[in-house]
Structures are given as structure tokens and as C-alpha cells.
């Protein structure tokens, strides 16, 4: 059975510095992977997301993922955060057949002046 | 396009009672799957439907129902609430295929006193 770990429940950073929010994932055949972001009283929108081919992803809002089989990870990293980014991300595994995803616990990314 | 449309947005009910929340997906989506969000279990799949029949199905008791229209439109219904039911209520649309991304829909959040 897949399943997903976030590693850091909560990550404050200082506006423009670099942030990276883990995700380890556990599954026994291929997966597809995604990264959603939460913002207070909304539903999901998704960052970016991992099928096939290149190992780095690039998604909206600057920011991009690297998908790292051996260490079966796939962590979303930004170099620059602005106080707009702060929010819940969600890493997530694809669950076969159909769409179905299944999550993780969620990052809080706090970003502060 | 319109995005997925959640309706009601606040539901307050009375252990005991029964619920019915609606979904309508973004137009041309084929696949409607509902998710459970607490602050204990974080987000939690519930099923699945597609075409109009339950595709995939999460590990949730059988007063989680629900059914899709053949417009696609999709509601949940829980019976026999019970406190631990409160909980914002996510629903999301795709066409239907595992690599195709989730469009959610804002959320029901659903209160039980």
C-alpha cells in the first residue's frame, strides 16, 4: 500500500530566503506524485506534479520539485519565498485505479518579514 | 470554466442526523472523488466515482455514501451523524485519468453538535 510522509509539520521562513518542504513516499509499483497548496478557507490547487521523465518538475508560483527514486522523495523547494506563500502544502500519491490520492499530513510554510 | 462548485458552504447538524452535500465538477470532468479534511487525520479519500459508478473507495464506514448523476454532478450523504463526522468536506473533478491533476472544489465544512 502507498503511503506518504511529510517530514516537517511546520517550516517558518524569513521572506525571500530559500525554503524546502520534505516528502518521502512509499509505494510498490510506479506512482504519480503531486504537490497541492491550501490557503485558508479554500480547497486544494495544484503546485505541480510528477509522472514521468525529468526528475525536476517546475510548477507554478516559482516553484519547482525533485523527484529522487532511490531515496523515493519528492521535495518542493523554492529559492526565494514571499509572504504570499504562506500556507498549507500537501504532497500526494497517486492510488491506482482512478484518481484517488493519497496525502500527507500537510507543511505549514509560515513565511515572516 | 467554472470551477467546482461545493454547496452547501457551512452545514450545522445534530448527531443522529443525516446530510447531503453537493458537487457539481467543472464542465466536460467525468471523475468526482471526495475527500474528509480534520485536524487529526488530515485529508482522508473517501471514493470515487466515474461515469456514474464508484470507481475507487476509501476505508471510511457505510454511512458514507454517495452517487454521481449522469451529468456528473455528484452528492455524499451521511447518515447517523456522529461528532467525530465534523469536518471540512473537499470534492474534486477530473477527466478521469491517473496522471490528470484534481480541480477541488472549496469545501462544505459540516459542524455536528
Not at chain 1, 500500500?1 to 517550516?11: G, K, N, P
Not at chain 1, 517546475?58 to 523515493?72: L, R, V
Not at chain 2, 468526482?32 to 476505508?59: A, C, D, I, M
Request: hydrophobic residues 30%; contains cysteine; positive net charge.
Amino acid at each position: 500500500a502507498q503511503s506518504v510522509t511529510q517530514l516537517d509539520s511546520q517550516v517558518p521562513v524569513f521572506e525571500e530566503a530559500p525554503v524546502e518542504l520534505r516528502c518521502n513516499y512509499s509505494s510498490s509499483v510506479s506512482v504519480y506524485l503531486f504537490w497541492y497548496v491550501q490557503y485558508p478557507n479554500q480547497g486544494l490547487q495544484l503546485l505541480l506534479k510528477y509522472l514521468s521523465g525529468s526528475t525536476l518538475v517546475k510548477g507554478i508560483n516559482g516553484f519547482e520539485a525533485e523527484f529522487n527514486k532511490s531515496q523515493t522523495s519528492f521535495h518542493l523547494r523554492k529559492p526565494s519565498v514571499h509572504i504570499s506563500d504562506t500556507a498549507e502544502y500537501f504532497c500526494a500519491v497517486s492510488v491506482w485505479p482512478g484518481t484517488a490520492l493519497i496525502f500527507g499530513k500537510g507543511t505549514t510554510l509560515s513565511v515572516s518579514s | 470554466k467554472a470551477g467546482v462548485t461545493q454547496t452547501p458552504r457551512y452545514l450545522i447538524k445534530t448527531r443522529g442526523q443525516q446530510v447531503t452535500l453537493s458537487c457539481s465538477p467543472i464542465s466536460g470532468h467525468r471523475s468526482v472523488s471526495w475527500y474528509q479534511q480534520t485536524p487529526g487525520q488530515g485529508l482522508q479519500f473517501l471514493f470515487e466515482y466515474f461515469s456514474e459508478t464508484q470507481r475507487n473507495k476509501g476505508n471510511f464506514p457505510g454511512r458514507f455514501s454517495g452517487r454521481q448523476f449522469s451529468n456528473s454532478r455528484s452528492e455524499m450523504n451521511v447518515s447517523t451523524l456522529e461528532l467525530g463526522d465534523s469536518a471540512l468536506y473537499l470534492c474534486a473533478s477530473s477527466v478521469g485519468q491517473a496522471n490528470s491533476p484534481l480541480h477541488f472544489g472549496n469545501g462544505t465544512r459540516l459542524t455536528v453538535t
